[in-house]
């Protein structure tokens, strides 16, 4: 399975500003997706980010409140824009293997831990 | 969208017990994924299910894919107390590289 690590691991933010979260995974992979689990919640998942094309975004998610780069197949960044109180929550980055051709099995990095105030 | 149902949401183990933890959907699954998620961490895999009836293992962690395909169950047996977190159940939807998980069933230890 891929290591994942993720910076930073938390932050305090104030009201109206962003917030950029950076995901570097240990080996070349072609989707990464990234993940909101607000407090005592499951994990959702806003969008899928694919090297080379514009990521995917879930219903409810848009691109203006959460742009995402992904530079190559190692690395992915999530900005959180223009924040409010009800962005708390974590963010996840996850990538896939793949197993008969679809990205079943997901492994995780360690999560992002944003408060905003 | 897809909807996958976990029950129960919270359960108290006491050491030694066995405890058993399941997830439903109204819809058919081709995969079924066990995660466990502790404080501070991400949610780490567990166990991974590809076939209906299969019953696979990893130490005292035992899942099954239900026969329906329509669910799943995880049992712990002869708990310890890390056995503590949230465990999630997950599934890949029908375009196969997103995954829907379950409310999540939190473990807590008997006072």
């Known amino acids: 399975s891929a290591v994942i690590s993720q910076k930073p691991s938390r932050d305090i933010c104030q009201r109206g500003t962003s917030l950029t979260i950076q995901c570097q995974v240990d080996s070349q992979v072609t989707m990464m997706f990234w993940y909101r689990q607000q407090p005592g919640q499951s994990l959702t998942l806003i969008a899928t980010?694919?090297?080379?094309?514009?990521?995917?975004?879930e219903s409810g998610f848009v691109i203006d409140k959460f742009p995402i780069s992904r530079p190559n197949l190692t690395f992915s960044t999530l900005t959180v824009s223009n924040m409010s109180p009800e962005d708390s929550s974590i963010y996840l980055c996850s990538t896939g293997t793949s197993r008969q051709s679809s990205y079943n099995e997901q492994f995780f990095g360690p999560g992002t831990r944003l408060t905003v105030l | 969208g897809q909807q996958l149902n976990q029950s129960p949401q919270s359960m108290f183990i006491q050491e030694g017990e066995d405890v058993s933890m399941n997830c439903t959907s109204s819809?058919?699954?081709?995969?079924w994924l066990w995660y466990k998620q502790e404080p501070g961490e991400g949610p780490v895999l567990l166990i991974a299910?590809?076939?209906?009836?299969e019953l696979t293992s990893n130490g005292r962690l035992t899942a099954q894919f239900g026969i329906t395909r329509k669910d799943s169950f995880l049992n712990i047996s002869a708990s310890i107390p890390s056995d503590v977190g949230i465990y999630f159940c997950a599934g890949p939807g029908a375009a196969g590289n997103k995954l829907t998980f379950g409310g999540g069933t939190r473990v807590l230890v008997k006072p």
């Open positions: 819809s058919i699954f081709n995969t």
């Open positions: 980010a694919n090297q080379g094309s514009e990521a995917t975004y």
């Open positions: 299910l590809y076939k209906a009836g």
